[in-house]
């Protein structure tokens, strides 16, 4: 990951192989690598990222993902508010539109 290689903290991520879903103890974040498939046919065109907390949960939503033609990831979760910043510039590297948003997870 990008962010990692920069020093930013991020949380462990996985390909949701069986071997992984297999040794998971405990909470999770299942999520496709790519959300957004468009022009690409696949319905839907944005795939979900859950939080599973339950054995069962795990096991579908990797099961989803894939049934929608992507490919599925396990993430540690990490605990407290989700700050994220989005950020659009044009192709000299001026700054268009940022985007900040906080979310409690839960």
Same mark, same amino acid.
């Given at each position: $990951? ?10 462990? &991520? !996985?390909?949701?192989? !069986? !071997? ?19 022009? &690409? ?9 859950? $939080?599973?907390? &339950? ?11 894939? $049934? ?29 539109? !940022? ?8």
């Amino acid at each position: $990951m990008a962010a990692g290689k920069a020093g930013v903290v991020v949380p462990a &991520t !996985e390909p949701a192989s !069986e !071997e992984a879903l297999a040794s998971l103890d405990g909470p999770a974040i299942v999520k496709a690598r790519l959300h957004v498939q468009l022009g &690409t046919g696949v319905r839907p065109p944005r795939l979900d990222t859950v $939080m599973a907390s &339950t054995r069962p949960r795990r096991r579908r939503g990797p099961a989803e993902i894939r $049934m929608a033609g992507g490919e599925p990831l396990l993430q540690e979760l990490v605990p407290g508010s989700l700050v994220e910043v989005a950020l659009i510039a044009d192709g000299d590297g001026a700054l268009l539109v !940022e985007v900040h948003q906080v979310a409690e997870l839960g």
